[in-house]
């Protein structure tokens, strides 16, 4: 499976981007799919994931702004920023996990930086 994240840019405070991830396989049969983010010396930290029988999660600093989705029949993820905040800025990956077990995938980083 071929994850192509796209969608960055550059924003002001409180300015909305939405980030999309293509797949070349199906997204409605992956165990999970998920956006991460990544800032320079930190480690990728999960922001937003669609998880089979259990739902939507959120990293509490994102929740009430971003939102996650999925199109099944275009095999798209979605993620939604809203009220974006200079902390939000990162390279945010897309990532999809086969099974319960693996194995996952991850697309290409797109950048977002958010200026105040």
């Known amino acids: 499976v071929q994850l192509q994240a796209s969608g960055g840019g550059s924003v002001q405070t409180g300015g909305s981007l939405r980030l999309s991830c293509a797949s070349s396989?199906?997204?409605?049969?992956?165990?999970?799919m998920a956006w991460y983010r990544q800032t320079p010396g930190n480690q990728r930290e999960l922001v937003a994931a669609?998880?089979?029988?259990?739902?939507?999660d959120y990293a509490d600093s994102v929740k009430g702004r971003f939102t996650i989705s999925r199109d099944n029949a275009e095999n798209m993820i979605y993620l939604q920023m809203t009220d974006l905040k200079p902390e939000d800025t990162a390279v945010y990956y897309c990532?999809?996990?086969?099974?319960?077990?693996?194995?996952?995938?991850w697309g290409q980083g797109t950048q977002v930086t958010v200026s105040s």
């Open positions: 396989g199906s997204v409605y049969s992956m165990y999970s």
């Open positions: 990532n999809g996990v086969r099974t319960f077990r693996g194995p996952d995938y």
């Open positions: 669609i998880v089979r029988g259990t739902g939507i």
